[in-house]
C-alpha cells in the first residue's frame, strides 16, 4: 500500500501581500513567509503568533519560551491587489508569458 499525497496549486506566491478573510488574524495583513503545499496552509510574517518552548543549543544561545508564527490553511487568505484590495486571481497570457492579474481591476500583480 502506498500512500499518495496530492499538492495542490497556489494562485498565491512567497512574498505575496496578502489578508486573512476567516478566524481569530480576520482583517489582518501581511506577507507570506512560506507555502506549505501538502497541507494546503500557509504562513505569514506576524500572524498567527504561537508559543514555542526552545532548547538551548550551545552556550551563547538562550533557551526558554518563544513566540513563532503558525500556519493558517490557505482557503482563509485573500490576496491584496494595490488599488482595491482584497481580491481574487485570475491569468492573463501576454506573449507566451502567464501573468496574474485583479479580478476587480485588472491590473498585474
Do not use: W
Amino acid at each position: 500500500m502506498s500512500v499518495q499525497t496530492e499538492t495542490h496549486k497556489f494562485k498565491i506566491k512567497k512574498d505575496d501581500m496578502v489578508e486573512v478573510i476567516a478566524g481569530k488574524e480576520k482583517g489582518k495583513r501581511g506577507r507570506i513567509l512560506r507555502i506549505l503545499r501538502e497541507k494546503d496552509r500557509v504562513v505569514i510574517d506576524g500572524l498567527n503568533l504561537v508559543k514555542k518552548t526552545q532548547k538551548r543549543r550551545n552556550q551563547n544561545d538562550k533557551g526558554g519560551i518563544i513566540e513563532i508564527e503558525a500556519a493558517i490553511h490557505a482557503s482563509n487568505v485573500m490576496i491584496v491587489c494595490k488599488k482595491c484590495g482584497p481580491t481574487r486571481v485570475a491569468y492573463k497570457f501576454e506573449e507566451t508569458v502567464k501573468k496574474r492579474i485583479c479580478r476587480k481591476c485588472g491590473e498585474t500583480l
